[in-house]
């Protein structure tokens, strides 16, 4: 286990992402106390008073430092001088305690990471930022360099989208409209590093019937709370949609046909993730709904890799389901890919790209594996430690360089915690094919009304002169057991109106 010590109650959840992002899958726990322990091994982060050469009051800390100690000695020390303007300002002060903490961890371990000092989950909002300010993509770079230490290659990838964004977004009606997402939280088995609601279709058939009877009592009040908002994108997701058999996908997606204004729609998504759900009337059904957009995903094109990871079906059958979609008549498929699962390193991500580019997707979307949340594959880990889980900036950059070569563009980007290599998932699509609601959910300029079990709704304040979001944002979630979910959809819906209640965002 690694200790940080601080001597100061302040930026613990900070400090503990940022050593986790070095540490990796060691244990990291942040306690504040002002004298170290005899004897101590860890880090130690301190706030020194040493004013008086400044001539500043003697009880303003103007230092901060950031040490390695082993049994009590003092090993390597890391510092940085802070202005009084520093102090006084949350985030100046929180990226100058990282910043100690970043180049003393490269030197004692030999490591960069790709993004530097970011542990946040939108690196590409930050570039965002700067260009709705006025700022150069020269200077923002510089910026990013500076303060976070960010590499070249993920700087260049951030600046590339959220040019690519910035354009896109101009398409949709941005904060004065809204998205809808609708989850489905079944599947036909549970794969191994699920972090999602998802529960077994089997046990649940005979209640889905319900499920979807109180789904359609929240697309009714969304429908009711937004009359007069345009619907810029809705996303059904889960779970597996596709769990559900053609004639319930025919009857809920008539139903938002006729609750929504569909006209101003610019994507109309739907997952059909797992490949062992997908049959011929289900995608009839889907398109005659109005879905211009499917997500199929194969996660990796190594047979042994899935049996491993709990996906019922083979790669053949990910072939078959895509061919399948493409006869039917979808004009943009996703297929998602995960990097770091079990057993695979560069050569079967090679193997994967290589059978996946024959079949020509629209867009592939590439995740690198999450650790913490995926109890299933951290314990199944613990197992097999001969099976590493190792994502690198070198399979990341693989897998760039695959996705361009088919012609697909980076459009979004966001990242998670406890990523194997601290990297990022991205989303490549060709031209005219970019998934409008992937955006809109990670730039935060937008509603996104969620609706069913263990979905959140997030509502985005804008200032009505202006049209742009105010960066204030306001949650509320539905429960996500299913069960409790049906029986207490009268207080999901409450949540939506007093989310909403106050009129006109703004
Ligand atoms: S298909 Fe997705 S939601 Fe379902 S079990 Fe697998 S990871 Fe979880």
Redesign the pocket.
Known sequence: MISVITNRQIFEYDIHSLVKAFYGREEVRVSVAEELPKDFSGFFLQYEEIAASWGINRADPNTVAFSVYSEGKLLDTEKEEVSRETLSDRILLKNTVKRCIYRLLARELKKELPWGTLTGIRPVKLVMKGLSEGETPGAIGERLKQVYYVSEPKLSLALEIAGREKVLLLETSGAKGYSLYLGI?F?????L??????FSIALWRERVADYLCALKREIDETAKLFQGRRLDSIYIG???PTTLTADELADLMGYIRDSFDLSGLLEYTIEA??PDSVTEEKLAAILSGGANRISI?PQTMNDETLKRI??RHTTEEFVQSFLLARKAGFRNINTDLILGLPGEGLSEVQHTFSELSALLPESVTVHSMALKRAAGMAEFLKEHEELSSVNSAEIMGEAEKSARSMGLLPYYLYRQKNMTGNLENVGYAKEGCFGFYNILMIEEIQDIVALGAGTVTKRVYYDPETGLATGRIERCDNVRDPLLYIDRIEEMLDRKRRLFSNGEAG
């Open positions: 939280p599947c036909p088995t549970t794969c590093y699920c972090s999602f609601t998802s889960g779970g597996t993730g797992r995903n709990g996906r």
